[in-house]
């Protein structure tokens, strides 16, 4: 699978890139196709690191060409600047995942609005918009060494598009994803992972995340 992960040179991005790239090959975004590049050559090296049989390819482009090259295309961008990038793309088959996260109220677009949704409105597609991978803090994601240790729940209209991402966040290792129901029911998936980054801030629990049992 083709996977492009837009804003890839950022925290979360990262981590994500480098546990997709065991089984896909990765095109990393950026407004920068330069920064790009030179972010894509320096995820090679630390997953050659990790395993010295790494094969896939991790490229760089800019944040267009990256989400109309791939087959999946996940907006690890901010809510404001990924909302802005969804109006000039125009993408006619790619699943879209969303892993955004409305941390800052200021930029609250409606009180029952998911960031999902708002993604999925500047599109202009809903049943190829897929939300997930909320509750993992980015720190887990960045250390390949150790597990990620948590799970997602998983929000899309069309089914089908939503259990193809849940597959592809499984060959993570450690995370389950479940499928939870129509993408109307991210604003509450989203919502954990703001009760999570609260709780994180109270400083007595390190990148807290959550198990379904
Ligand atoms: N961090 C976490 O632990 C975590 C956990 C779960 C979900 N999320 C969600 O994942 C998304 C990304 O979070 P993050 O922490 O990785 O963000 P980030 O590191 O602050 O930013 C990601 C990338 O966005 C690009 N960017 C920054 N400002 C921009 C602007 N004004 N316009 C366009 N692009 C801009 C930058 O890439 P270039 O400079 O290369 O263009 C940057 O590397 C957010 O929606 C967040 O809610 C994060």
């Known amino acids: 699978m083709k996977v492009a992960i837009l804003g890839g040179t950022g925290k979360f991005g990262k981590g994500l890139a480098l546990r997709l790239a065991k089984s896909n090959d990765i095109i990393i975004g950026s407004r920068d196709r330069s920064k790009a590049k030179a972010t894509a050559d320096l995820y090679t090296n630390i997953c050659k690191k ?60 409606h009180p029952r609005l998911s960031c999902a949704e708002a993604l999925a409105a500047k599109l202009g597609f809903r049943d190829r918009v897929v939300s997930a991978l909320h509750p993992i803090p980015y720190k887990r994601l960045a250390d390949i060494e150790k597990p990620v240790n948590c799970d997602v729940l998983v929000c899309g209209d069309d089914v089908r598009n939503a259990m193809k991402v849940c597959k592809m966040i499984e060959e993570i290792g450690d995370v389950r994803a479940f499928y939870a129901g129509p993408l109307k029911l991210s604003i509450y998936v989203e919502g954990i992972a703001v009760a999570l980054v609260s709780l994180a801030k109270q400083g007595n629990i390190e990148n807290p995340t959550i198990r379904i049992v």
């Open 50 to 109: 990790h395993n010295s049989n790494f094969s896939n390819s991790i490229e760089g482009e800019d944040n267009v060409s990256a989400a109309q090259s791939a087959n999946i295309v996940f907006f690890c961008l901010k809510l404001g600047p990924a909302l802005e990038l969804a109006s000039s793309l125009n993408l006619k088959k790619q699943i879209v995942v969303s892993p955004i996260v409305n941390i800052n109220s200021q930029e609250s677009l």
